[in-house]
């Protein structure tokens, strides 16, 4: 009886411990859109494809191919190489376009929902959350403001220098 169950434990191991080199695809990874799903496709084919053509390099240098065979080869992965590689710069722009559009309904999304929660930039009237450091849209710094006094302070301020108080970092 123990014998049988130690039989079956060690079965469930070894199972476990090969399920994976026998899986017959890697789960997907979690997060990734269709884009940046073929980018990742396309860069490990890249990588294969100039993996081959190292391989036929060394078969040219130690003589296990001919001139004829080396150059058709070799010319036969170039294209492949040069295909992916222009299919991988037609992709980048649309992610690009992609993460823009996800970073515009994320900072429309987390817009303050009133005046009283808003900043306004001087440098370019963009609302900004209050608290804001820099403008969300220009990037300048906001000049901070004392929470005692109501004194502007220069933007590295510590202290206030009308009533010393310390500014909230």
Known sequence: MILALLATLGAVVVAFVLYPVFASEAPEPIG?????????DLEEKKTQILSNI????????????????YESSRNDYM??????????????????????????????????KSKADT?????CGEANPKGSKFCLD????????????????????KFCNACGEQVDA
């Not at 000049?143 to 301020?157: I, N, V, W």
Request: net charge positive.
């Open 119 to 123: 900043m306004t930039c001087a440098s």
């Open 54 to 69: 190292k391989d036929l390099d060394f078969e040219k240098a130690s003589g296990k191919l001919t001139d004829a065979d």
């Open 32 to 40: 990734l859109d269709a884009t940046q799903s073929e980018l990742r």
């Open 79 to 112: 294209a492949q190489v040069s295909a992916v590689i222009i299919r991988m710069g037609e992709l980048a722009p649309q992610q690009q376009q992609e993460r823009r559009k996800k970073g515009s309904a994320a900072s429309k999304t987390t817009a303050p």
């Open 138 to 157: 220009c990037g300048r710094p906001f000049k901070a403001q004392c929470g005692a006094c109501s004194e502007t302070l220069p933007p590295k301020a």
